[in-house]
């Protein structure tokens, strides 16, 4: 029937063609052929990425939380305003260093609500160590309820009420007895007779300073935590995180502290903060052993090293910009020379053996 006209090869092919759409469509709705499997799986459909933000109030353990499809600064500034309008505005917020809280936009929404902001030290989640105990109650519920059947948003619902209706282990009361400052009622508490009065502030003081210290001293203990060694002005290598191969460095070049942010968090010259935990004090470069018999400058009149803020290139591939405070005749105390990037081997392909073949690298 293709053929008929003889019209040549390509027009009956043609018009096969056109009856590809045809059979296409009716073996896809086949019945026999969908239960046997042969028409394929169907498409996989585009992955849709899930964020939870997590608002946490470090005196009543109160929490919020609000599923989002993205994180950009303007979806967090989003959020809370939401919550700014429900509890009123914070003194201060402590954030860790991810870029839409590094944002120009979110630096300027919380200035204008004259809402101080505080970043973590780089790379030390423990800095905001309640924000990480609560992600773990967090995600244990939402995985328990989800294994039970419910879906994400009602296992979202359900481990934030309990939590806030349950009393905290640090003020001995429920988040919701100092947030809003009444008891949520769950079926349990139908069981039990009403409180009186709420929790006084005075005894939820004193339980909170005597679970503090009692963590605090086992801690020291289990650790043998010692306040730090370093001071301002000391020069320290960096603990890096990432790493260009196996054969790098752990530790970064110098770098000096400019000034201490907090009880263990340091601020080095390249702007970037980090806690203790992730710095060894170093000799000063510029009284360098290598630099013996030659006049060397001193590090206190001299002008800090510039380097590129870790936001824009990590600490782990500055390299600090000494050439101007060492004399031009006095070798560098550290290579300023990046370290080159792996190149991969090389080799001549089996069916070149009989061939005489020159390779460029």
Request: proline share 10%; aromatic share 8%.
């Amino acid at each position: 029937m293709a053929h008929q006209g003889h019209l040549g090869i390509v027009k009956a092919k043609q018009r096969c063609r056109d009856v590809d759409r045809d059979l296409e469509g009716l073996i896809r709705s086949c019945a026999a052929c969908l239960t046997s499997g042969k028409t394929g799986p169907p498409a996989s459909t585009p992955l849709q990425p899930r964020f939870l933000v997590v608002v946490y109030d470090l005196h009543s353990k109160w929490s919020e939380v609000a599923p989002m499809g993205t994180v950009t600064s303007a979806a967090v500034v989003n959020f809370l305003d939401q919550l700014f309008s429900r509890w009123g505005l914070p003194r201060a917020i402590t954030t860790d260093n991810g870029p839409q809280f590094l944002s120009l936009e979110f630096t300027t929404f919380l200035a204008n609500k004259g809402v101080t902001h505080i970043r973590t030290s780089v790379y030390h989640p423990q800095a905001n160590g309640g924000v990480e105990w609560f992600n773990q109650s967090l995600k244990n519920g939402l995985r328990a309820h989800m294994s039970e059947g419910y879906s994400l948003m009602a296992a979202l619902s359900q481990t934030l009420l309990h939590y806030r209706a349950t009393a905290h282990s640090t003020t001995g009361v429920s988040p919701a007895a100092l947030m809003p400052k009444r008891e949520l009622v769950l079926p349990l508490t139908r069981l039990r007779p009403p409180m009186a009065t709420g929790p006084r502030p005075a005894a939820v003081k004193a339980h909170v300073k005597r679970q503090q210290s009692s963590m605090k001293r086992r801690f020291d203990e289990k650790y043998k935590a010692k306040w730090p060694a370093i001071r301002e002005s000391d020069w320290v290598r960096a603990r890096r995180p990432h790493r260009a191969n196996k054969l790098s460095s752990f530790w970064s070049a110098p770098y000096q502290v400019s000034r201490q942010l907090g009880p263990a968090s340091f601020q080095l010259t390249d702007g970037s903060r980090w806690h203790t935990s992730c710095l060894r004090r170093v000799p000063s470069p510029f009284h360098h052993p290598h630099l013996a018999g030659v006049e060397q400058s001193n590090p206190a009149t001299e002008p800090a090293p510039h380097v590129p803020d870790p936001m824009a290139a990590p600490l782990a591939q500055a390299v600090p910009a000494a050439q101007d405070t060492a004399p031009a005749s006095a070798p560098l105390p550290w290579p300023l020379v990046s370290e080159p990037r792996p190149v991969r081997v090389r080799t001549c392909p089996g069916h070149f053996e009989d061939f005489v073949a020159t390779f460029h690298v």
